[in-house]
């Protein structure tokens, strides 16, 4: 406590400003409570079809696949023929999520599907993303029993479900989403905002996938939710 | 004012006050005279008051006291003139961007020092942006241009250099490879870090030599005879002039590192 | 301080660096990408200048009010069930951290990539004490196999070469068979990834560092392209995040600016593949998460930059562009700095945290070139902030003695126009009558410059001389 203390003072001391300073006070609350928004990039502020695009382009261009898909239905089959182009075993793990539960996974007889996180044994896990942003291609995953985090990390192909209305122009209007789902200053205990797939520049500035987290990232657009 | 009198007023030559720099001053008197034909052929009246250096070194070296009373010197020096013209970025920024900086606050010499800044200008800025010249000068050959970092990064100069050398009869421009990067002059650092400045400007040469320019050019005699320095060293056979020379017709002289005649 | 200071050895140092050439080659390679991909993202983002201006202005804002930034950021960090230890130098920190791993009996730690842990020394200091540090991004563990520390702020394995780091693993992953090759850095990757994956699951205690704290609701940022980090700090019981007081920043809204400007400036990419934003420990149904979260906030002199003449350098948000567009980094690499900070924003953070005795070199070993200042997110005036410490310097009469003497004789002549202009025009007379052939090979006072280039000889006389002589005869 006493560096605590020290260290206030000295902010202060530096600053020559007081504590009791009711102006500071009030202009760092309200900016915390108002949030403003600053500039926001023109690049994601379009129209939902070619808002769409943009997505698609981003995702692309950040080392990620994409699928678009009519409706939920669709998911099992699209699963397993990517699952068959990788050459992996017809195995998926994925969390409470009972948009995922409720996925006619049986019209795929082969394909194993277990629920909860990860321990690292799994190669591929399917998520359902709270929201994504069309701007940078930007996926938005919040932690919990449903989404659990190490499915983002851990399986050597993380495979993420999107629904086309929660794809936003922007990280603002994520934030605002958050916001309402968990309360005004809230957040979940994890929020992953992930760009394509791991990798590494580390060796000679060479740009490798698949560093400590999925060699490949495959996105799936659901149209009709 | 009467339409006469408007048409007196814009007859009479624009006065320049030429600040040739300590550089040019000592060691290359011929880009002091070379800068003074262009202003004068395009209608200026040029005059040379007593002077001394900008203070950039001083400056550069944290002695603010000294960097302030060479500032003050300049700035009473020049003070009387429509403009004041250096044939260098670095001490034109000097002038126009630390001078005011210098006397930040101060009620007395801070006006006087925007003032100053405000009418003076880096060479080629000048004829190109001021005056609007198109010197006529001729020029057989290829020459690559170095952009000098105060120049560029403090003043902006990048096309005016490049669209003067434009109108040269005979010259082509070949573009070096980062022609803006440093060449490791940096005032009193190529002594003080000689092996640092000595890599810095080893990449550069290599850049020049690489264009297959047979002459550089650049606005800042400081780099220019670190450049010719190393190219002599290093035996590459390219000849190096202020740009200035090259635009007042003055190429047959000898170049830099060259003997004279 | 824990990290030794080598800064004023500079010379010598850059010297080494310079005849080097495994570092030479490295440096050469790593100079034109980083260059070449930022500009390209600059480029494909009309409004990355006014985001600049942005960003700039709220640091400036949150800088004037860090107090309360740091109190509002405490507030909601406990809010959310995390703890907040505050630790005035290193040793404090390090001291916090090791309290925490030896509470839970941690054998070793996971480590994301923070420059804070290098500032204070955290792994010599652990390691000494019985527990092992592990770093987990790839670049970090390359240079923890050598028993080296970073040369740059996002590449801190910059200056080492794939046969190196071939090397570097054949040593240490000692069940590694021979006849495996290497050769490819696909194959090193695989190699570090399989290595680490046991690590990250075994440690107990997670520490990463922080791109950003928000204030809003008390979470910390950290952004990742390997996925590192992330999962530091999933895996293991606990997570620490250790971190400087001034990367807190007001809101969620304030956070997605820099990060608009973070990983275009730092690698020219629109985002880095993670950004994680961390809140408290695991919750009530959560599968996994940390149990603990706790957060180091370590001022170690940034306090005592506020308000003053190098408040500046504290906008900075760690993206590494200034040393990749600066020619005396290029150069010599991040080591010859001598401290943790290399580049052009070490050579003013250095001073600012060691003292201008010890990090005084660093200012001064810059051409002023501007490049820095150019490229900067945050817009910090480096080479002001350089000169700044160089005013210091000679103020306190810290300067060379030679150096000192050089320029007060010049500024006794320069004051005087006309004991200036006889005195040059003698000066000139005599090194043109030595420099007869056009420029001299040697010089004895110059020999820094002669010693690599030739010297041009002046034309004989001055310009004020030859011009007065021109108005006599009209």
Known sequence: MKSREAIFANIRKSLRVSNDDRLRHETVAARIEQHPRNLIPARGQKPDRERLELFLEMVESAKASIVLLETKDDIPAEVAAYLRSKNLPQSIRHGDDERLSLIPWAKERTLEVTKGASDGAQLASVSYSFGAVAESGTLVMVSGADNPTTLNFLPDHHLVVVDERDIAGDYESVWDRIRVSFGANKMPRAVNWITGPSRSGDIEQTHLLGAHGPRSLHVLVVRNS | ?261 | MTQAVNSPQFNQNARKALDDSYLQKALARSEKGFIERRKAAVEKLPEYDALRDSARDLKDHILAHLDLYLEAYEKNVIASGGHVHWAANAEEANEIILNICQRLNAKSVAKGKSMISEETGLNTYLEARGIKPIETDLGEYIIQLRGETPSHLIAPALHVTKEQIEADFRRAHTDLPPERNLDEPTSLLAEARAMLRDKFLSAEVGITGANFLIAETGSSVIVTNEGNGDLTQTLAKAHIVISSIEKVVPTREDAATFLRLLARTASGTDLSVYTTFSTGARREGDPDGPLEYHVVLLDNGRSNMLGGKFQEMLRCIRCGACMNHCPVFHAVGGHAYGWVYPGPMGAVLTPSLVGVEKGGQLPNASTFCGRCEEVCPVRIPLPKLMRNWREREFERHLQPASVRYGLGIWAMFAKRPVLYRRATALAMKLLRLLGGKGRLRSLPLASGWTRHRDFPAPQGETFQTLWKKRDASR
Request: contains cysteine.
């Open chain 2, 1 to 261: 004012m009467s339409e006469q009198a408007t048409a007196a007023v814009t007859k009479k030559p624009i006065r320049v006050g030429l600040f040739a720099t300590c550089l040019v001053d000592l060691m290359r008197p011929r880009i002091g005279f070379a800068t003074a034909k262009l202003l004068e052929d395009a209608g200026c009246v040029v005059e040379v008051p007593a002077q001394t250096c900008c203070g950039q070194p001083a400056f550069n070296s944290g002695d603010r006291e000294t960097a302030r009373d060479l500032a003050a010197q300049a700035i009473e020096a020049f003070a009387s003139y429509d403009y004041v013209v250096l044939p260098s970025g670095s001490c034109a920024g000097q002038v126009i961007v630390h001078y005011p900086e210098l006397f930040a606050g101060n009620a007395v010499w801070e006006p006087r020092a925007k003032a100053l800044a405000a009418k003076t200008f880096e060479l080629t800025a000048f004829l190109s942006d001021v005056l609007k010249a198109m010197p006529a000068a001729r020029f057989e050959g290829s020459v690559t241009y170095h952009d000098s970092c105060s120049g560029l990064r403090e003043l902006g100069i990048k096309a005016q250099p490049r669209k003067l050398l434009a109108k040269v009869e005979g010259l082509t421009l070949v573009e070096m490879k980062d022609p803006d990067v440093c060449c490791g002059f940096g005032g009193t650092f190529c002594v003080k870090y000689a092996d640092v400045s000595n890599k810095i400007v080893e990449k550069k040469t290599a850049s020049i030599a690489a264009s297959g320019a047979g002459t550089l050019l650049a606005g800042d005699l400081g780099c220019l005879m670190n450049m010719a320095g190393k190219l002599f060293r290093e035996g590459k056979p390219v000849r190096v002039r202020h740009i200035a020379e090259v635009l007042a017709g003055m190429s047959d002289e000898p170049a830099i590192g060259e003997p004279e005649r």
